[in-house]
Nanobody, 117 residues
Framework: QVQLVESGGGLVQPGGSLRLSCAAS????????MGWYRQAPGKQRELVAA???????NYADSVKGRFTISRDNAKNTVYLQMNSLKPEDTAVYYC???????????WGQGTQVTVSS
């Protein structure tokens, strides 16, 4: 059974930091591109950042220079370090795993991030 379990969300003031974690099980982790998406109320889900097993990354323009995605293939875990948070970063953040060679695409349950004073 595949599971992607996020943690680390919460309430933070503007300018603050949070670190999200996503622990994967039931997949061959290094055969997946791992990503973080977010969905704010009334908006579509959007890609925030993604990282390949080799460490190649890409980011949404809105988070470049503020967020850093990383992965630990030995721990089957992907991280999202979020700095200089803004109120517009408020959303539910979802972990995603896309297989390289097959159609498998998995989602976590989401974790709420709220940036507010």
């Amino acid at each position: 059974q595949v599971q992607l379990v996020e943690s680390g969300g919460g309430l933070v003031q503007p300018g603050g930091s949070l670190r999200l974690s996503c622990a994967a099980s039931g997949i061959i982790f290094n055969r997946y591109t791992m990503g973080w998406y977010r969905q704010a109320p009334g908006k579509q889900r959007e890609l925030v950042a993604a990282v390949t097993s080799g460490g190649n990354t890409n980011y949404a323009d809105s988070v470049k220079g503020r967020f850093t995605i990383s992965r630990d293939n030995a721990k089957n875990t992907v991280y999202l370090q979020m700095n200089s948070l803004k109120p517009e970063d408020t959303a539910v953040y979802y972990c995603n795993g896309k297989a390289y060679f097959t159609p498998e695409n998995y989602w976590g349950q989401g974790t709420q991030v709220t940036v507010s004073s």
